[in-house]
């Protein structure tokens, strides 16, 4: 990356762990630290920088997450079918081009939509098996959520036991847990009363209200709940509904609450007509709500669509219209991203912008620059899109200067100057060398990244030097480094050399499901990979797999089935298997079959809980929790007194004193493996 953009990093790293202590305190401790409207800013903002910058995305990032860790305290628990968040749209025109997007991969197909006003809450997982409540669920990550269930039963508008007859064996309910805001007041007063600070708004006293440990105070507070989502898991052809709009019919006649303001809409005015209405009509609703929920009605249409890596093609959430201003565009810079894709990026006159300072903004691809028909000197509309992320909306062609000239997209590479490619169907020009320096870089960095294959050291000033030395010319080359080879570059001595090829080594025994996501196949995410992996449990399966065998996992949609079955015929690819396979990197799953029991490891530490502080000499925080929880312990994230040990390594913080105060016996490494061993 180029010095002058140095300082953008820094602050993308900033943003990076402000964020993740602001999840954490909210998520795991119950105890935010920072304002909902300040987080949605700052995320806004570390999005904006990654859109500008793909090769700064760090598999960490919040940006990445479909959600948010769930927090220790709870069992944590596997959605039978995933929740995936909803994309944005930020105004009608992006509504519009969401509809134009569906409806090229699903043209003249008759549609309708349902609109529901998005309500500020806490999304629910709710399961029911012959009709009665047996688990209740907080979204979590998605994939994985915490058991909540006593409490969610002390939600009067959730039913115990479902109406009807004739109920499908098993019925998934999801929906969104509400504080009504007279009641939000009510809570407020009282703990205002109780010298206890008051809670942000609804959305964080809901959230904050599910995870409590006492069900008791959860039915104090009333929490209030609209259904909005009917399905049936694991049950091949039966289908409850036909249509979004019977879906909310039938739980109605199941005992559910439904939001009475729903409506369909045959066309773009109808929603537009809509939206408009409740803009200005939520100020009098009883609860907060922030936008639109569009779905399309047909689920039939609904399973054509399918799935993106985060989100449904079939649904979107359209919120209401951001802040805006003019500004005049300087230059325009084009990045080179991982997959090739090269995003321009307007630099601007700084701009005062919903209380920040403005001075880059997203032009998206080269389709949206011709749109604008943008110029260099032209003064254009900014605006922060979610109130955070800047993008240009139009240009002022009136206030042009005489002189200015139109931008064009490169027909190169600005990395490796090979010409770009832009398929018809698509908006992104893109390099398709893979020799190109940027693609590279990105590809190993995205190899070693936390998600994917986990090798710490190998970040980005080490592999922008291994490439241009030309130390690596593909991931597998990883394998073959040297200590003598990795001593040679500036600043890396022999014990850093080793300690990296200790890496590379931990890393082939990383499972099937983290090399499959560590080899970047466009448009598969951490998520994705191991949906696919449980489906093929080893790459030959997935190799040999035909689009239409894969699109059948449930959240693997069209286009991520294609390009998965099209990366696996170019013959590249397969030679990159080959080799890693030969370097003893893991491309099947492990055996399912049950270990007997001198195979077993011993559960020296069954019924034992530890929490884990400051950095350990050679163990990762990870790789010390699966050590623990194999020999039947419990690793929590914070120090109590029902806490058996602490493990304590370099920079221990708090939980070490708290750990003493409450005489919780404490360990090193050292003596974490030698009980183990025992």
């Known amino acids: 990356m180029p010095e002058s953009t140095a300082e953008i990093k820094q602050r993308a790293k900033q943003l990076r762990q402000q964020l993740q202590q602001a999840s954490y305190a909210y998520y795991v401790l119950d105890n935010p630290i920072m304002e909902d409207a300040v987080y949605d800013k700052l995320y806004r903002e570390l999005q904006e920088l990654e859109n500008q910058y793909p090769e700064l995305i760090a598999p960490d990032s919040p940006t990445q997450r479909v959600g948010e860790k769930p927090a220790t305290q709870f069992a944590t628990v596997k959605h039978n079918i995933a929740l995936y968040s909803l994309d944005n749209a930020f105004d009608l025109e992006e509504f519009a081009q969401w509809e134009s997007k569906w409806q090229r991969i699903a043209p003249r197909e008759e549609f309708e939509y349902v609109c529901e006003l998005k309500i500020d809450g806490s999304a629910l997982a709710l399961t029911y098996e012959n009709g009665l409540l047996v688990r209740g669920a907080t979204r979590g990550d998605g994939v994985t959520g915490e058991e909540i269930t006593q409490n969610v039963k002390t939600i009067r508008s959730i039913p115990l036991r479902l109406k009807g007859e004739n109920l499908p064996p098993v019925v998934e309910v999801r929906g969104e847990a509400f504080l009504a805001l007279d009641v939000f007041e009510r809570i407020n007063e009282e703990r205002s009363r109780s010298h206890e600070a008051a809670f942000a708004n609804p959305r964080n006293a809901a959230a904050g209200t599910l995870r409590q440990l006492d069900s008791r105070i959860v039915a104090q507070r009333r929490l209030d709940f609209f259904a909005y989502t009917l399905q049936v898991p694991d049950v091949e052809d039966i289908q409850v509904a036909q249509t979004q709009w019977e879906s909310l019919e039938l739980l109605q006649n199941m005992g559910f609450k439904v939001n009475p303001h729903r409506t369909l809409c045959r066309s773009l005015d109808e929603v537009k007509a809509y939206y408009q209405y409740w803009d200005k009509q939520r100020v009098d609703l009883p609860y907060m709500t922030d936008g639109v929920v569009v779905k399309l009605n047909s689920v039939t249409l609904q399973k054509q669509l399918g799935f993106t890596q985060k989100s449904p093609r079939w649904a979107i959430a359209l919120k209401y219209p951001a802040e805006e201003a003019p500004t005049r565009v300087e230059s ?347």
């Not at 480094?481 to 890496?503: C, M, P, V, W």
């Not at 449990?537 to 089935?561: K, R, T």
């Not at 034992?608 to 163990?619: A, M």
């Not at 040990?645 to 105060?661: I, M, N, P, R, T």
């Open 332 to 678: 325009v810079t084009v990045q080179v991203g991982r997959t090739g894709a090269l995003t321009p990026v307007a630099n601007l006159s700084p701009v005062q912008l919903a209380g920040t300072t403005v001075s880059r903004a997203s032009l998206h691809n080269g389709d949206r620059i011709a749109q604008l028909d943008l110029h260099i000197g032209d003064t254009a509309i900014v605006r922060k899109a979610g109130e955070i992320i800047p993008e240009v909306v139009r240009i002022l062609p009136e206030l042009r200067p005489d002189n200015a000239q139109p931008f064009r997209m490169p027909t190169h590479c600005p990395e490796c100057g090979q010409p770009t490619v832009k398929p018809a169907s698509e908006a992104v020009a893109r390099c398709i060398n893979a020799s190109c320096p940027a693609i590279l870089r990105g590809s190993l960095v995205h190899w070693g990244s936390r998600d994917a294959l986990d090798i710490n050291g190998l970040g980005e000033k080490l592999v922008q030097q291994m490439v241009d030395r030309q130390f690596v010319q593909s991931v597998a080359d990883l394998y073959d480094l040297t200590i003598d080879k990795l001593s040679a570059l500036e600043r890396f001595g022999r014990k850093s050399a080793h300690n990296l090829l200790q890496e590379l080594e931990k890393s082939k025994t990383k499972p099937w499901a983290r090399v499959l996501y560590g080899l970047g196949i466009r448009h598969v995410g951490s998520v994705n990979a191991q949906l696919l992996t449980e489906k093929f449990p080893d790459v030959e399966q997935l190799s040999a797999a035909s689009p239409a065998q894969i699109e059948a996992v449930y959240g693997i949609g069209a286009e991520i089935a294609d390009s998965v079955a099209q990366w696996f015929q170019v013959p590249a690819n397969q030679t990159l298997i080959q080799r890693l396979k030969a370097a003893g990197l893991q491309f099947s799953a492990a055996p399912s079959s049950p270990q007997s029991a001198a195979e077993k490891p011993a559960q020296t530490f069954a019924g034992k809980t530890f929490v884990l502080t400051g950095t350990l000499p050679t163990l990762t925080r990870n790789d010390a929790k699966s050590l623990i929880e194999n020999a039947g312990g419990k690793v929590t994230s914070s120090v109590s007194s029902k806490t058996d040990y602490l493990v304590v390594g370099e920079d221990a913080g708090s939980k070490l004193k708290k750990a003493q105060d409450l005489g919780i016996a404490q360990l090193g490494e050292a003596q974490l493996l030698a009980l183990l061993e025992q």
